[in-house]
């Protein structure tokens, strides 16, 4: 099994907001299925989300979340990714 760094981006009201997340699957395939199957949830409240190229829309389109890639990864280095976003760098 191999680790996939996954970009989503969800745009609501013209603000872009991107999200990462790792997924651990067999291939790029699986790990964009995996993907596509948790952004159909990625409003929890939204029952009926409309399916669209590479991801889907919510509350009659005001919400896109759409996956903007899959690539493979390893742990570590999703992780230093992570430390250098959220790392406030006063030097």
Avoid: C, Q
Avoid at 3 to 13: C, G, H, N, P, R
């Amino acid at each position: 099994m191999s680790e996939y760094w996954i970009k989503i981006s969800e745009t609501e009201d013209e603000e872009l907001n991107r999200h990462h997340y790792l997924i651990t699957a067999e291939s790029e395939s699986e790990a964009k299925k995996s993907a596509l199957k948790f952004m159909e949830h990625f409003i929890d409240d939204e029952e009926h989300p409309e399916k669209i190229e590479n991801g889907y829309t919510f509350y009659n389109k005001a919400v896109v979340v759409r996956l903007e890639s899959v690539k493979e990864t390893t742990k570590e280095k999703f992780k230093e990714f992570l430390l250098k976003l959220h790392t406030i760098n006063m030097t």
